[in-house]
């Protein structure tokens, strides 16, 4: 399997969360085909758990796309309806212990960079989908978690082996899905990585510390529409509504113990200076260091959503968009990486820990883990990065592929009982 040319590939057909019916197409094709048990869509995802699902029509176009590009037609429609995860399970020659290495696959709807210094223009494997790029390294994440796949098909070992393949990591919209569906609830250990994240390259991290909980929310405010200059009186000004709200959110006091974040993000509504606005919606999110602050933030935040509404005669709706929870390495997995990544002879910096100061759904799953016996820890592996993540200009070092695949192959085979 060449990893470098799998990214490439991937990065040119870049799919935001519960689009990512090419990608996961891929991902279960070449998971068949290594003999691996998979499980895809609807059997590894709960429903009512995915976190601000796109409208109807984009993902049909999506997924209509996925197949004109050369997706399976029989196995991208049924991930319709944005049902992309992938589970593929590997049982040993005898019990032991399960152990889970988790990869997230979406893009970001960011318009990656035309400047002909930029790598992935210069070498032809720029986004095909203008306005969608990979601006994180997901595409590094499920090329590397193809090549081990494929390198321990060929591997004895005792106990089981799970790869999960997550959607829409980004705004912490998929996790929370796979967790409800129970996929997590048998994994004894729990690997989760990321490429990057400020470390260069050669550095590798055990463990990562200063996860944000996060709750992003959606809020439609409804009110009555009337002409502004002949019966204002009439109408129920919902955009003046969500302006209230957006004020006082931001006007929020921080908290003395912990580090708090607030951001109104999106703001629209209304259709012509004279015309009251009926409707204004609002996309926001709240952030904390500890879970606990984060769920007494958003009740605030609520409260002002709500309170604002009734200021002036609205309704208004709320609705979870996306989620993160705070969580903690355990230091039995921090120091086997450490040791295992001293090993490879090819880091020449190994730490136990690296602060993430963001938000990160796999924190769902290292919690749910945890709360039944396992252990679980987040990695992060240090690559050169043309810019900084989330720009139309970043790109990641590919020596770092080949190098993480070996890496976490000793992991795993370390942990599951040869």
């Given at each position: 399997m060449d990893i470098c040319a799998l990214r490439r590939d991937l990065h040119q057909h870049p799919e935001v969360g519960f689009t990512e019916f090419r990608t996961a197409t891929i991902v279960v094709e070449q998971l068949l085909s290594l003999g691996y048990d998979v499980r895809f869509g609807r059997d590894v995802m709960e429903p009512s758990s995915r976190r601000g699902l796109p409208s109807e029509s984009e993902l049909d176009h999506a997924l209509s796309r996925a197949i004109a590009d050369g997706a399976s037609e029989a196995i991208a429609s049924q991930m319709a309806g944005g049902f992309t995860g992938v589970v593929a399970t590997r049982r040993g020659t005898a019990p032991g212990p399960t152990v889970a290495f988790r990869f997230d696959m979406d893009a970001l709807p960011i318009l990656e960079s035309q400047d002909t210094s930029h790598l992935p223009q210069a070498e032809g494997f720029r986004s095909a989908y203008d306005g969608n790029m990979h601006a994180c390294g997901h595409d590094g994440h499920t090329a590397i978690g193809l090549a081990l796949a494929k390198q321990l098909s060929e591997q004895p070992f005792q106990g089981t082996l799970k790869l999960i393949f997550q959607p829409a990591e980004e705004g912490?919209?998929?996790?929370?899905?796979?967790?409800?569906?129970?996929?997590?609830?048998?994994?004894?250990?729990?690997?989760?990585?990321?490429?990057?994240?400020?470390?260069?390259?050669?550095?590798?991290?055990?463990?990562?510390?200063?996860?944000?909980?996060?709750?992003?929310?959606?809020?439609?405010?409804?009110?009555?529409?009337?002409?502004?200059?002949?019966?204002?009186?009439?109408?129920?000004?919902?955009?003046?509504?969500?302006?209230?709200?957006?004020?006082?959110?931001?006007?929020?006091?921080?908290?003395?113990?912990?580090?708090?974040?607030?951001?109104?993000?999106?703001?629209?509504?209304?259709?012509?200076?004279?015309?009251?606005?009926?409707?204004?919606?609002?996309?926001?999110?709240?952030?904390?260091?500890?879970?606990?602050?984060?769920?007494?933030?958003?009740?605030?935040?609520?409260?002002?959503?709500?309170?604002?509404?009734?200021?002036?005669?609205?309704?208004?709706?709320?609705?979870?968009?996306g989620e993160a929870a705070t969580a903690t390495c355990d230091k039995d997995l921090i120091h086997l990486a450490m040791d295992q990544a001293k090993a490879t002879e090819w880091f020449t910096h190994v730490v136990d820990s690296h602060p993430m100061r963001a938000s990160e759904d796999a924190t769902l799953m290292m919690r749910r883990v945890q709360e039944r016996g396992g252990q679980a820890t987040y990695m992060v592996l240090g690559t050169s990065i043309a810019a900084p993540h989330h720009n139309p200009a970043f790109d990641i070092d590919e020596t770092i592929l080949p190098v993480a695949v070996c890496f976490l192959g000793r992991l795993a085979m370390h942990t599951l009982l040869s």
């Amino acid at each position: 399997m060449d990893i470098c040319a799998l990214r490439r590939d991937l990065h040119q057909h870049p799919e935001v969360g519960f689009t990512e019916f090419r990608t996961a197409t891929i991902v279960v094709e070449q998971l068949l085909s290594l003999g691996y048990d998979v499980r895809f869509g609807r059997d590894v995802m709960e429903p009512s758990s995915r976190r601000g699902l796109p409208s109807e029509s984009e993902l049909d176009h999506a997924l209509s796309r996925a197949i004109a590009d050369g997706a399976s037609e029989a196995i991208a429609s049924q991930m319709a309806g944005g049902f992309t995860g992938v589970v593929a399970t590997r049982r040993g020659t005898a019990p032991g212990p399960t152990v889970a290495f988790r990869f997230d696959m979406d893009a970001l709807p960011i318009l990656e960079s035309q400047d002909t210094s930029h790598l992935p223009q210069a070498e032809g494997f720029r986004s095909a989908y203008d306005g969608n790029m990979h601006a994180c390294g997901h595409d590094g994440h499920t090329a590397i978690g193809l090549a081990l796949a494929k390198q321990l098909s060929e591997q004895p070992f005792q106990g089981t082996l799970k790869l999960i393949f997550q959607p829409a990591e980004e705004g912490g919209r998929g996790a929370r899905s796979m967790v409800d569906q129970g996929e997590l609830d048998d994994v004894d250990r729990l690997f989760c990585f990321h490429l990057g994240l400020d470390l260069p390259l050669g550095w590798m991290s055990g463990g990562a510390t200063e996860f944000l909980a996060s709750t992003k929310l959606s809020a439609h405010f409804q009110g009555v529409s009337a002409h502004a200059a002949a019966a204002p009186e009439k109408g129920k000004n919902a955009l003046l509504g969500a302006a209230t709200a957006l004020l006082n959110i931001h006007a929020l006091p921080r908290y003395s113990t912990d580090a708090t974040r607030v951001n109104v993000g999106v703001l629209e509504g209304g259709t012509a200076a004279n015309i009251i606005p009926d409707s204004a919606r609002m996309v926001l999110e709240c952030r904390a260091s500890t879970y606990e602050v984060n769920l007494d933030l958003e009740r605030r935040v609520r409260d002002i959503l709500t309170h604002s509404a009734a200021m002036h005669g609205l309704s208004c709706d709320i609705e979870v968009i996306g989620e993160a929870a705070t969580a903690t390495c355990d230091k039995d997995l921090i120091h086997l990486a450490m040791d295992q990544a001293k090993a490879t002879e090819w880091f020449t910096h190994v730490v136990d820990s690296h602060p993430m100061r963001a938000s990160e759904d796999a924190t769902l799953m290292m919690r749910r883990v945890q709360e039944r016996g396992g252990q679980a820890t987040y990695m992060v592996l240090g690559t050169s990065i043309a810019a900084p993540h989330h720009n139309p200009a970043f790109d990641i070092d590919e020596t770092i592929l080949p190098v993480a695949v070996c890496f976490l192959g000793r992991l795993a085979m370390h942990t599951l009982l040869s």
